[in-house]
């Protein structure tokens, strides 16, 4: 196999997921994986321009990039890529009010949003808050609808957390879809429009960069035409990916 230096030719950037990656969350604010600290402290000291992507939405972007800092990373907000501020942005462009079926954890990044009358549907990884009534009424919410509108962050059928596998937010949503009839939008990986965003806030092409998820099926099965370049190593590790991980 070539060296690093020559698979990374013509590579001016790298993205790069944080659960699983970098670090496992869990109680007591999760633990790093074993030489991710350093490893992201090299490719920043590099030429390399690195982003952070996540699809994590039971945290505010502040409070994940804090508990990373805790952790040894060197990383701020402004790096990170997060799909509720996409959100925002998308209920913003569209006048849309949603119901917010989230984790508290990440309802200040919807503080600047309109929930009254509710005429869409926005749901994240809400753990406890998955509860029959929650579901129930978003549903309500929806049905009443003459064109609903479902937006997802992230579509994941689960992820790793120190103590094991945690449901995620695609069976949630999955099921609202077979509910109501409808297909929600999904803001956040394996969303196209959600590495195009990435790159932009770096400047590079999608040809000019790497990018490496634990689930990596997930990255390439929607994003391979965006990220063509996508290498079969993990940077950090040099390491091959793990098998494949059904994600949808």
């Known amino acids: 196999m070539a060296p690093w230096g020559k698979r990374l030719a013509g590579v001016r950037g790298v993205l790069l997921d944080i659960s699983g990656v970098l670090y496992d969350s869990g109680a007591g604010g999760g633990t790093a994986i074993a030489g991710s600290v350093e490893a992201v402290a090299r490719l920043k000291r590099s030429r390399l321009k690195v982003r952070f992507c996540t699809n994590e939405s039971q945290k505010s972007r502040a409070e994940l990039v804090g508990q990373l800092r805790r952790l040894g990373f060197d990383i701020s907000e402004g790096e990170v890529t997060a799909p509720a501020p996409a959100a925002c942005q998308i209920l913003k462009e569209r006048g849309l009010r949603p119901y917010l079926l989230i ?39 929806l049905m009443e609808l003459e064109k609903p509108v479902l937006i997802s962050l992230g579509k994941g059928r689960y992820y790793k957390e120190t103590s094991g596998l945690m449901l995620d937010v695609g069976p949630y949503m999955k ?43 997930a990255w390439t099965s929607q994003a391979q035409a965006i990220l063509p370049s996508q290498c079969p190593l993990n940077p950090l590790t040099n390491q091959a990916p793990p098998p494949p991980t059904p994600t949808e």
């Not at 309109?114 to 753990?127: E, F, K, L, R, Y």
């Not at 959600?194 to 092409?205: D, N, P, T």
Request: aromatic residues 10%.
């Open 103 to 141: 984790h508290d954890g990440v309802r200040s990044e919807f503080d600047q949003i309109d929930t009254s009358n509710p005429n869409c549907v926005v749901i994240a990884d809400a753990g406890e808050s998955f509860s029959y009534q929650n579901m129930n009424n978003a549903f309500q919410v």
């Open 175 to 217: 099921a609202l879809e077979y509910a109501c009839g409808i297909k929600a939008e999904v803001v956040g990986k394996p969303s196209p429009e959600f590495f195009k965003s990435a790159l932009q806030a770096i400047g590079v092409e999608a040809h000019q960069v790497v990018a490496q998820s634990w689930l990596t099926a």
